[in-house]
C-alpha cells in the first residue's frame, strides 16, 4: 500500500484560513488593544450588539465560536467591566442569558467607525466585489462542514 501524497503546505486550506485570519487581524488589533479588549471579547460585544434582545448565552457560544468555559470567563471579565449584563431565563432557569449595557453599546459604537475603517481599507485594496465574494465563498465552505453532533455520534458509533 502506498502512502497518499499530500497537497504542498502553501495549499493546506486550514493553513491559508489561518494565514489570511492573521493577516486581518492585524489590522484590527490595535484598535481593540486600544480600548482594552481581546478578540475574543470584541467578538461577544460584536454578537450582543446585533440585537436589542439578552441573547441565550449558549447561542452567543455557538455565534462567537467560543467554547463554554472561556466564554465564561470572558462573560464574566465583561460583566464586571459593566459592559454586560447577565440573568437567568424567566422561561427556562437554566438558560443564562447576556446582553449590553448602555456602556457596552457605548463602547461599541465608538469602536465601529474605527472598524469599518479597516474594512473600507480591505475593500479599496481587494475590491468590493471581491470582498463580498469572498463571504460568500465562506459561507459555502462553512456550510459544507459536517454537524458537530452528527461527526460526534458517528465516532461514537464506531469506537
Known amino acids: 500500500m502506498t502512502d497518499p501524497v499530500l497537497r504542498p503546505f502553501d495549499q493546506s486550506l486550514p493553513m491559508a484560513l489561518m494565514r489570511a485570519r ?3 487581524m492585524r489590522r484590527f488589533r490595535p484598535i481593540l488593544s486600544a480600548h482594552d479588549l481581546t478578540e475574543q471579547q470584541w467578538r461577544v460585544l460584536r454578537a450582543l450588539d446585533q440585537t436589542a434582545e439578552a441573547l441565550d448565552v449558549g447561542d452567543v457560544a455557538e455565534a462567537t465560536c467560543l467554547l463554554g468555559p472561556s466564554l465564561s470567563r470572558i462573560l464574566s471579565n465583561l460583566e464586571q467591566r459593566g459592559l454586560i449584563r447577565r440573568r ?5 432557569q437554566r438558560k443564562s442569558l447576556a446582553s449590553l449595557t448602555a456602556k457596552g453599546r457605548r463602547l461599541v459604537a465608538r469602536i465601529a467607525p474605527l472598524s469599518e475603517e479597516q474594512y473600507a481599507d480591505l475593500e479599496s485594496i481587494v ?5 463580498y465574494r469572498l463571504f460568500d465563498l465562506l459561507e459555502r465552505l462553512i456550510d459544507t462542514a459536517p454537524n458537530a453532533d452528527h461527526e460526534s455520534h458517528e465516532l461514537k458509533e464506531s469506537a
Open 127 to 131: 475590491g468590493t466585489d471581491d470582498l
Open 22 to 24: 492573521e493577516a486581518t
Open 88 to 92: 437567568t431565563d424567566k422561561h427556562d
